[in-house]
């Protein structure tokens, strides 16, 4: 993937890609691992991915690599493969404003590409 297709994700002013989130070589801030804003797509979509031994996400501690992630409030309606990682009733809450547990990394790289890619 080259450096304009990569999703930016920024902490403090650093860059972070998906790729660098789940390898989980992310620097301690402050003795932990830092939160990090959402990924952007080329289409606008946008959500946060998120691994430390504070997220849903396995390994559960602060060192990747991955193999799932916590995934939260996806700006456009994630697919219906999703829908066991959701934390709420599928049939009666809103799928964009909830956190999926354990998401894992190949299921969160198509639906970043199926919104055009990581934003450069």
């Known amino acids: 993937m ?3 297709a990569k999703a930016r994700i920024m902490e403090h002013g650093k860059a972070y890609t998906f790729d660098e989130i789940v390898a989980g ?4 801030s402050g003795g ?3 939160v ?3 990924i952007k797509c080329a289409d606008g979509t946008s959500l946060s991915a998120q691994a430390s031994r504070r997220h849903y996400c396995t390994p559960r501690h602060d060192y990747g690599p991955y193999s799932t992630l916590e995934v ?3 700006s456009a309606e994630p697919p219906q493969t999703w829908r066991k ?3 709420g009733d599928w049939a009666h809450d809103d799928h964009k404003g909830r956190v999926y ?3 894992p990394v190949n299921k ?3 639906f970043i590409r199926r919104h055009g890619g990581e934003a450069g």
């Open 2 to 4: 080259s450096n304009a």
């Open 72 to 74: 939260g409030y996806p």
């Open 25 to 28: 070589n992310l620097p301690f």
């Open 36 to 38: 990090v804003m959402r």
């Open 85 to 87: 990682y959701f934390d």
């Open 32 to 34: 932990m691992r830092p």
């Open 108 to 110: 969160i790289a198509w």
């Open 101 to 103: 547990a354990r998401v």
